[in-house]
């Protein structure tokens, strides 16, 4: 059949239009149908996998499966007809039909899957009836089909009955399906996973409401009507009160797609974050251009029907005697048209703030997996990479040409995930104006030239020069808001140290020299951010002169070089179309800074998700042994060499003890053996068997109740393995002091815990996780001898730990015996590796390196007694502690006229939000004065009535302005008549924990400056710490964020050194709270003499090392928050006592 016969051009809707029209039509239902089979499809690829719910069906279920079942009767008869008859027409009608009753076996099919499944209904859905409804109405307009109203006619009620359906909340509530267990899902696609957990989670409102409902944002209605009765009851909304997310934000979703593409950039030579989240997230932003893209054609029919309004009101040009009812149905269209663009740009940016949102997610995601892997020392990642790296879940150490950035600590990380991240959420809903404004932009120009004719030339001139003047500028910006980043990175760096220390920064009323210190980096900052801000003023200022400069020159054009009159009709018109450019030109600035913040963001999360990780998982190591370490040589990032010649081998279920003088490298032998000191295969490598624990010098303790931390929130299966590992620890005893037990909230890094708690409680959660090798690192510097006695014997050669293998760091004397290896390390070499017995016969090593201690007597049996009776008696005395954890509240109501001063001082005073206010001012009475001008300038009083239409349709256009406000409180409390600074420079402490600052060694040891350096020196000496500093670089070599680069042995020497510059010549006030914790025996001894030479005041000390304090006046003994002796030692030692127990347990003779 020819083209001709089959769209029968010769009467019809199509008569006369050419085959193309009628090539629509058909295509309009081949479209309808293609698109409902293509999502049904996609569809059932992902519901197919999901459980089937026994919740009733619905009245309004059955109404849409009905439609579509009549639907598919009717279509199917309109087929059938048309093959059983020779007209032309019906085999047009027939191929509608076939195709509309193919889209509705579809339709169905996919709805019975939903219902059987319980899923929510599906916006694709309810589009597509409504689609199908059009597409039958167009149908019923066609005359050629006359003869087959009957079947065209029925399918359009159908139709018009299923969205009537569709627009009906079903019912339904969403799947409450209960999940599978984890068991079950093996062999289960991820697709299919992910599916079931959807199916099990409540639904959200807005994947239910009607296709009204979601276009007016009805879901969201009654959260803000409970915002406001909350806010009359003085009340907040609680996280309770929102909606769960919907399925296509789930946290993990936005993980997998990004994580997903970004393994495939690893593959590569040079990986680009830009190409994983564009692949990632394109369909998303594709999603949302069409919608910009009607919206920017409704922008165009404003002044296309204002310039027909003006010319029917004169009574001129082509609407010359149109009747009345085309005014109106002028004035409806544009009235009609500014609402559909409301609606579409609401849209519009919802989708894309939900884009930006889960771009933000998957990259927050992302860098938080990055930041448990990345090494604790960030240096750029060396030209030649390993080769075959193993991928890794996120992100993977990957061959690469160039070097990435060094990461900045907890500073970069912490501005990554909060501010990195953050300018993906708005530069998403920008991000179609790549397209749309170029596309805005020529369809004006286009329009213009129907008005202006080739005066608009004189305009696109004026815009090409300020688009080279923007580009210049622009540039510029971009790369002082890079600087500006990094400075924010650093000072950053150091806030979060500062929080850490503050109680030490008030202690020593350091609080003078670190806000100068802060103020220096703060004002760096904002130099850099106040160039930044004055060339985006610069590009603002360009793009926003550069419509006007385009209107003034084009009108220029029109009146002087082409000697044409600028009636009303053509100047407002002209006039609403370059309001319409000024959108696109405006907005470019906003574009631009948006796309310069977001790629410097992205730079800086690139080169962080690049940056060198902790080494693969090494091979497993021989039969029976458990850990091999093998290295000609163990060199930190900085190629300063840590130990030599290393050959360790620790066979499955020994007990390693490691031994060495403070900064021997025991730390550092530890990294390498978890991987987190890389090792070049050159120089050696590592084997390792089974599953590795690992407990850190310092303890790491989480912002969660006791019993949280010890299990690490996992479900509580071994019950009798936790109470097991509380008694091995000693914490039973800690337990009956503290409020709720383990159910304690303890605090940000066991703020209300003591050291030697918050070592115990680390030590439980690496023997309940139960792996196959413990690595632990000093975990008994910080505890008593009778808890150290007590560690070793219960847990170290109890049944929790037999049969497992343990490397122990240690300068207690007690875990040596127990030992199966005791490995010494000195020189930078290992001086001694073998038994206790040939270690103590060896005369490899220095006697100082550990100070062995006698056994314990056995008469020492009775005290224990005496413990218990002294532990037990006073318990029900115990006053318990406060919770860590308290309830904030936040104050409501108005905010005082205070707060806004403050804001308005911070701002530059009176003058300069003065100045702002007139600013405003003078613009927005400049832009009325333009257009009052314009209708002068058009004809003096012959325009009033188009200047009268203008003004209407000025009226659609409504701002609004949407304040935040907070509120602040400050408390405060009355001081002493003594200054607090005068009395803290009298007091030097020592803490347990060394508090350290980011610098050089010099303004750690004296912040203020007012030390000299030969004084600097001789308190480094004094503290034989000299060498160490002097081999470093001198007294300004560098200090890393948390003292990295330093043991932490060592850092509490560099405590004690400026201790030293505090002393004071006669009176003050010397603190120690185990000032020594983490030294060797001979550098203890050698400490405790200076610090009884040097320090002419009096001293208070908390120590475990009872040797240290037998020559002290006074000795107070502590237990269960009470103090149970005091009286000298000499007293204490002369009769059984809780001291002369502790003194036995720590092998001093009585």
Same mark, same amino acid.
């Given at each position: 059949m020819s083209t001709v016969e089959l769209c029968n051009l010769e009467d019809g809707l199509f008569a006369g239009q050419g085959f193309n029209d009628c090539v629509v039509h058909i295509i309009l239902q081949a479209a309808v149908a293609g698109l409902a089979i293509v999502g049904v499809l996609v569809g059932l690829v992902i519901i197919r996998q999901l459980p089937r719910s026994r919740q009733p069906i619905t009245l309004v279920d059955r109404m849409r499966s009905?439609?579509?079942?009549?639907?598919? /009767?009717? +279509?199917?008869?309109?087929?059938?007809?048309?093959?059983?008859?020779?007209?032309?027409?019906?085999?047009?009608?027939?191929?509608?039909?076939?195709?509309?009753?193919?889209?509705?076996?579809?339709?169905?099919?996919?709805?019975?899957?939903?219902?059987?499944?319980?899923?929510?209904?599906?916006?694709? /859905?309810k589009l597509w009836w409504v689609l199908a409804t059009v597409a039958q109405v167009l149908a019923i307009y066609d005359q050629k089909i006359s003869a087959a109203w009957a079947f065209k006619g029925a399918e359009l009620l159908l139709c018009l009955s299923a969205t009537a359906a569709y627009l009906v909340p079903s019912g339904r509530s969403g799947s409450t399906a209960e999940p599978p267990l984890l068991a079950e899902e093996n062999g289960i696609s991820m697709v299919g996973r992910w599916a079931r957990t959807l199916s099990a989670r409540e639904a959200s409102p807005e994947e239910q409401v009607g296709i009204l409902g979601w276009l007016a944002f009805t879901w969201f209605t009654p959260i803000v009507d409970l915002a406001f009765e909350r806010d009359k009851e003085n009340g907040k909304l609680e996280p309770t009160d929102v909606y769960p997310l919907t399925r296509k934000n789930v946290a993990q979703r936005q993980l997998e797609r990004l994580d997903r593409q970004w393994q495939v950039e690893l593959r590569k030579p040079q990986p680009a974050l830009l190409s994983a989240m564009t692949r990632g997230f394109f369909a998303e932003v594709f999603s949302t251009a069409w919608v910009k893209l009607i919206n920017d054609v409704l922008h165009f029919v404003g002044p296309f029907l204002l310039n027909r309004i003006i010319n029917f009101v004169k009574g001129t040009g082509e609407e010359a005697g149109e009747p009345l009812w085309m005014g109106y149905a002028y004035a409806v269209g544009m009235v009609l048209s500014s609402g559909a663009q409301a609606f579409l740009m609401a849209h519009y940016f919802q989708g894309g703030y939900q884009t930006g949102m889960r771009l933000r997610t998957g990259l927050i995601l992302m860098a938080y997996s990055k930041a448990l892997r990345v090494l604790p020392w960030a240096t750029p990642q060396p030209e030649e990479?390993? &080769?075959?790296?193993?991928?890794?879940?996120?992100? =993977?150490?990957? &061959?690469?040409?160039?070097p990435t950035l060094p990461t900045g600590g907890m500073g970069q990380m912490t501005n990554i995930i909060s501010a990195d991240t953050d300018k993906f959420t708005f530069l998403m809903p920008y991000f179609n104006l790549i397209w749309s404004c170029p596309l805005q932009i020529v369809i004006c120009f286009f329009m213009l030239f129907k008005y202006v004719s080739f005066s608009l030339f004189a305009g696109v001139v004026v815009m090409i020069l300020f688009t080279i003047l923007s580009s210049t500028v622009a540039g510029k910006a971009r790369k002082?808001?890079?600087?500006?980043? =990094?400075?924010?990175?650093?000072?950053l760096k150091m806030e979060v140290e500062l929080l850490k220390i503050v109680k030490i920064i008030k202690f020593y009323a350091w609080e003078l020299a670190i806000e100068d210190k802060v103020k220096e980096l703060r004002n760096k900052e904002l130099a850099l951010q106040l160039r930044y801000k004055l060339w985006n003023v610069a590009l603002f200022l360009s793009f926003s002169?550069?419509?006007?400069?385009?209107?003034?020159?084009?009108?220029?054009?029109?009146?002087?070089?082409?000697k044409r009159n600028l009636d009303a009709a053509t100047a407002f018109t002209a006039l609403s179309l370059f309001n319409i450019l000024s959108f696109p030109l405006g907005a470019m600035p906003m574009m631009a800074r948006f796309f310069m913040e977001a790629a410097v963001a992205k730079d800086r999360i690139e080169a962080f998700l690049l940056s060198p990780e902790v080494a693969p998982r090494p091979g497993a190591a021989s039969a029976g042994t458990a850990l091999e370490l093998k290295s000609s040589k163990l060199a930190w990032p900085d190629k300063t060499v840590l130990l030599e010649e290393v050959d360790i081998s620790v066979k499955t279920g020994e007990l390693m003890v490691i031994l060495g003088k403070t900064g021997a490298g025991k730390s550092g032998l530890l990294y390498a053996m978890l991987g987190e000191l890389p090792i070049a295969p050159e120089d050696g490598k590592v084997c390792l068997?089974?599953?590795?624990?690992?407990?850190?010098?310092?303890?790491?303790?989480?912002n969660a109740t006791l019993r949280d931390n010890i299990t690490s929130s996992a479900a509580m299966d071994h019950d009798e393995r936790y109470e097991?590992? /509380?008694?091995? $620890?000693?914490?039973? *005893?800690?337990?009956?002091?503290?409020?709720?037990?383990?159910?304690?909230?303890?605090?940000?890094?066991?703020?209300?815990?003591?050291?030697?708690?918050?070592?115990?409680?680390?030590?439980?959660?690496?023997?309940?996780?139960? &792996?196959?090798?413990?690595?632990?690192?000093?975990?008994?510097?910080?505890?008593?001898?009778?808890?150290?006695?007590?560690?070793?014997?219960?847990?170290?050669?109890?049944?929790?730990?037999a049969g497992k293998t343990v490397i122990l760091v240690t300068h207690s004397p007690k875990a040596a015996p127990l030992a199966h290896q005791v490995v010494c390390l000195e020189d930078k070499k290992?001086?001694?590796?073998?038994?206790?017995?040939?270690?103590?016969?060896?005369?490899a090593v220095s006697d100082e390196v550990v100070h062995e201690d006698p056994e314990p007597e056995p008469d020492a049996a009775p005290a224990e007694e005496e413990k218990k009776e002294v532990k037990e008696a006073p318990k029900k005395e115990v006053k318990p502690v406060k919770a860590a954890a308290t309830q904030e509240e936040r104050r409501s109501g108005a905010v005082s006229w205070q707060v806004y001063l403050a804001y308005v001082k911070a701002c530059g005073g009176v003058p300069a939000v003065g100045a702002f206010l007139l600013a405003v001012a003078v613009s927005e009475g400049?832009?009325?004065?333009?257009?009052?001008?314009?209708?002068?300038?058009?004809? +003096?009083?012959?325009?009033?009535?188009?200047?009268?239409?203008?003004?209407?349709?000025?009226?659609?256009?409504?701002?609004?302005?949407?304040?935040?406000?907070?509120?602040?409180?400050?408390?405060?409390?009355?001081?002493?008549?003594?200054?607090?600074?005068?009395?803290?420079?009298?007091?030097?402490?020592?803490?347990?924990?060394?508090?350290?600052?980011?610098? *050089?060694?010099?303004?750690?040891?004296?912040?203020?400056?007012?030390?000299?350096?030969?004084?600097?020196?001789?308190?480094?000496?004094?503290?034989?710490?000299?060498?160490?500093?002097?081999?470093?670089?001198?007294?300004?070599?560098?200090?890393?964020?948390?003292?990295?680069?330093?043991?932490?042995?060592?850092?509490?020497?560099?405590?004690?050194?400026?201790?030293?510059?505090?002393?004071?010549?006669?009176?003050?006030?010397?603190?120690?709270?185990?000032?020594? *914790?983490?030294?060797?025996?001979?550098?203890?001894?050698?400490?405790?003499?200076?610090?009884?030479?040097?320090?002419? $005041?009096?001293?208070?000390?908390?120590?475990?090392?009872?040797?240290?304090l037998l020559d002290y006046d006074k000795v107070a003994v502590f237990e269960s928050g009470k103090v149970v002796e005091f009286d000298s030692p000499q007293e204490l030692l002369k009769r059984p006592s809780k001291f002369q127990a502790l003194a036995k347990e720590g092998g001093v003779a009585v």
């Amino acid at each position: 059949m020819s083209t001709v016969e089959l769209c029968n051009l010769e009467d019809g809707l199509f008569a006369g239009q050419g085959f193309n029209d009628c090539v629509v039509h058909i295509i309009l239902q081949a479209a309808v149908a293609g698109l409902a089979i293509v999502g049904v499809l996609v569809g059932l690829v992902i519901i197919r996998q999901l459980p089937r719910s026994r919740q009733p069906i619905t009245l309004v279920d059955r109404m849409r499966s009905a439609s579509c079942a009549l639907l598919f /009767l009717v +279509s199917l008869a309109e087929f059938v007809v048309s093959l059983t008859t020779t007209q032309v027409v019906s085999e047009t009608q027939g191929i509608g039909g076939a195709c509309i009753a193919a889209a509705a076996v579809a339709v169905g099919f996919y709805h019975q899957q939903e219902v059987h499944r319980s899923l929510s209904e599906s916006m694709g /859905l309810k589009l597509w009836w409504v689609l199908a409804t059009v597409a039958q109405v167009l149908a019923i307009y066609d005359q050629k089909i006359s003869a087959a109203w009957a079947f065209k006619g029925a399918e359009l009620l159908l139709c018009l009955s299923a969205t009537a359906a569709y627009l009906v909340p079903s019912g339904r509530s969403g799947s409450t399906a209960e999940p599978p267990l984890l068991a079950e899902e093996n062999g289960i696609s991820m697709v299919g996973r992910w599916a079931r957990t959807l199916s099990a989670r409540e639904a959200s409102p807005e994947e239910q409401v009607g296709i009204l409902g979601w276009l007016a944002f009805t879901w969201f209605t009654p959260i803000v009507d409970l915002a406001f009765e909350r806010d009359k009851e003085n009340g907040k909304l609680e996280p309770t009160d929102v909606y769960p997310l919907t399925r296509k934000n789930v946290a993990q979703r936005q993980l997998e797609r990004l994580d997903r593409q970004w393994q495939v950039e690893l593959r590569k030579p040079q990986p680009a974050l830009l190409s994983a989240m564009t692949r990632g997230f394109f369909a998303e932003v594709f999603s949302t251009a069409w919608v910009k893209l009607i919206n920017d054609v409704l922008h165009f029919v404003g002044p296309f029907l204002l310039n027909r309004i003006i010319n029917f009101v004169k009574g001129t040009g082509e609407e010359a005697g149109e009747p009345l009812w085309m005014g109106y149905a002028y004035a409806v269209g544009m009235v009609l048209s500014s609402g559909a663009q409301a609606f579409l740009m609401a849209h519009y940016f919802q989708g894309g703030y939900q884009t930006g949102m889960r771009l933000r997610t998957g990259l927050i995601l992302m860098a938080y997996s990055k930041a448990l892997r990345v090494l604790p020392w960030a240096t750029p990642q060396p030209e030649e990479a390993p &080769p075959e790296p193993q991928t890794r879940r996120c992100c =993977k150490k990957t &061959p690469k040409k160039r070097p990435t950035l060094p990461t900045g600590g907890m500073g970069q990380m912490t501005n990554i995930i909060s501010a990195d991240t953050d300018k993906f959420t708005f530069l998403m809903p920008y991000f179609n104006l790549i397209w749309s404004c170029p596309l805005q932009i020529v369809i004006c120009f286009f329009m213009l030239f129907k008005y202006v004719s080739f005066s608009l030339f004189a305009g696109v001139v004026v815009m090409i020069l300020f688009t080279i003047l923007s580009s210049t500028v622009a540039g510029k910006a971009r790369k002082i808001q890079a600087e500006a980043m =990094k400075a924010k990175d650093e000072r950053l760096k150091m806030e979060v140290e500062l929080l850490k220390i503050v109680k030490i920064i008030k202690f020593y009323a350091w609080e003078l020299a670190i806000e100068d210190k802060v103020k220096e980096l703060r004002n760096k900052e904002l130099a850099l951010q106040l160039r930044y801000k004055l060339w985006n003023v610069a590009l603002f200022l360009s793009f926003s002169l550069s419509p006007v400069l385009v209107a003034l020159g084009t009108f220029a054009s029109y009146t002087l070089v082409q000697k044409r009159n600028l009636d009303a009709a053509t100047a407002f018109t002209a006039l609403s179309l370059f309001n319409i450019l000024s959108f696109p030109l405006g907005a470019m600035p906003m574009m631009a800074r948006f796309f310069m913040e977001a790629a410097v963001a992205k730079d800086r999360i690139e080169a962080f998700l690049l940056s060198p990780e902790v080494a693969p998982r090494p091979g497993a190591a021989s039969a029976g042994t458990a850990l091999e370490l093998k290295s000609s040589k163990l060199a930190w990032p900085d190629k300063t060499v840590l130990l030599e010649e290393v050959d360790i081998s620790v066979k499955t279920g020994e007990l390693m003890v490691i031994l060495g003088k403070t900064g021997a490298g025991k730390s550092g032998l530890l990294y390498a053996m978890l991987g987190e000191l890389p090792i070049a295969p050159e120089d050696g490598k590592v084997c390792l068997t089974g599953t590795v624990g690992y407990c850190a010098q310092n303890a790491w303790i989480r912002n969660a109740t006791l019993r949280d931390n010890i299990t690490s929130s996992a479900a509580m299966d071994h019950d009798e393995r936790y109470e097991a590992v /509380l008694d091995a $620890c000693a914490l039973r *005893s800690d337990l009956d002091v503290l409020p709720e037990g383990d159910q304690t909230a303890i605090g940000d890094r066991g703020i209300n815990l003591s050291g030697g708690q918050k070592q115990r409680v680390a030590l439980a959660r690496a023997v309940y996780a139960n &792996p196959d090798i413990y690595i632990l690192d000093d975990v008994l510097s910080a505890l008593d001898s009778h808890v150290a006695s007590h560690i070793c014997n219960k847990l170290l050669r109890g049944p929790l730990l037999a049969g497992k293998t343990v490397i122990l760091v240690t300068h207690s004397p007690k875990a040596a015996p127990l030992a199966h290896q005791v490995v010494c390390l000195e020189d930078k070499k290992v001086a001694f590796s073998g038994s206790y017995e040939e270690f103590k016969r060896s005369g490899a090593v220095s006697d100082e390196v550990v100070h062995e201690d006698p056994e314990p007597e056995p008469d020492a049996a009775p005290a224990e007694e005496e413990k218990k009776e002294v532990k037990e008696a006073p318990k029900k005395e115990v006053k318990p502690v406060k919770a860590a954890a308290t309830q904030e509240e936040r104050r409501s109501g108005a905010v005082s006229w205070q707060v806004y001063l403050a804001y308005v001082k911070a701002c530059g005073g009176v003058p300069a939000v003065g100045a702002f206010l007139l600013a405003v001012a003078v613009s927005e009475g400049s832009r009325n004065f333009s257009d009052g001008w314009l209708a002068h300038w058009s004809g +003096s009083g012959g325009a009033s009535d188009g200047l009268a239409i203008y003004a209407l349709a000025a009226l659609i256009c409504l701002v609004t302005g949407v304040a935040y406000s907070t509120t602040r409180v400050l408390v405060g409390q009355r001081g002493l008549n003594v200054g607090l600074h005068d009395l803290r420079e009298t007091v030097a402490m020592i803490p347990q924990d060394p508090a350290i600052l980011t610098g *050089s060694v010099r303004f750690n040891l004296d912040p203020f400056g007012a030390k000299t350096d030969e004084e600097l020196w001789e308190a480094l000496e004094k503290a034989q710490l000299k060498p160490r500093v002097d081999s470093a670089g001198g007294l300004d070599s560098k200090v890393e964020e948390g003292g990295g680069n330093f043991s932490v042995g060592e850092l509490q020497l560099l405590c004690l050194s400026r201790a030293l510059l505090r002393r004071q010549e006669s009176g003050g006030l010397l603190l120690l709270d185990e000032a020594t *914790s983490a030294l060797d025996a001979e550098t203890d001894q050698t400490i405790q003499k200076v610090i009884r030479s040097d320090f002419n $005041c009096t001293i208070i000390t908390i120590a475990h090392r009872i040797q240290t304090l037998l020559d002290y006046d006074k000795v107070a003994v502590f237990e269960s928050g009470k103090v149970v002796e005091f009286d000298s030692p000499q007293e204490l030692l002369k009769r059984p006592s809780k001291f002369q127990a502790l003194a036995k347990e720590g092998g001093v003779a009585v």
